[in-house]
């Protein structure tokens, strides 16, 4: 993570901090650089870390790995839905530069906040991410 801003809501979600990395395949951000990564960064990556299983949620086969990343490609957002962290979700959505994917755009909430709002959650990331991708335009 480069960079966070947390809300003011009386219930927050805390642990991913700036410089976080890692558990690609559990995380909303991770599991979007990954589909949107070519075919040979995507694999490297893939081959030098194991599939953990982090919650009872989390994807541990390669199979269903892939599956859903080439979803996330198509639908052009990523969910992480108690995968990284019980009782927290996650929505992502790609920031673009000269048609490159160059970061993610998250944001993370409590699961039940999550399922209640889903729709705003996944529209709000992805305005905010062509937002990012727009100023990246004008600078």
Do not use: W
């Not at 966070?4 to 809501?9: C, F, L, R, T, V």
């Not at 995507?42 to 599956?67: F, G, I, K, W």
């Not at 994917?101 to 062509?130: G, K, N």
């Amino acid at each position: 993570m480069l960079a966070g801003i947390e809300g003011d809501a009386p219930v927050r979600v805390r642990g991913p901090h700036v410089g976080m990395s890692g558990f690609a395949h559990a995380r909303a951000s991770g599991k979007l650089l990954l589909a949107f990564a070519n075919s040979v960064e995507r694999e490297t990556y893939l081959y030098a870390h194991s599939l953990e299983q982090l919650t009872a949620r989390t994807v541990v086969d390669a199979n269903e790995l892939d599956a859903e990343l080439q979803l996330i490609a198509r639908r052009g957002y990523a969910v992480d839905e108690e995968e990284f962290r019980e009782d927290v979700a996650c929505v992502s959505a790609p920031i673009v530069e000269g048609g490159a994917v160059i970061a993610a755009y998250t944001i993370s909430s409590p699961a039940s906040r999550f399922r209640q709002r889903r729709a705003d959650l996944v529209e709000a990331v992805q305005s905010a991410a062509r937002s990012a991708a727009l100023q990246q335009v004008v600078s």
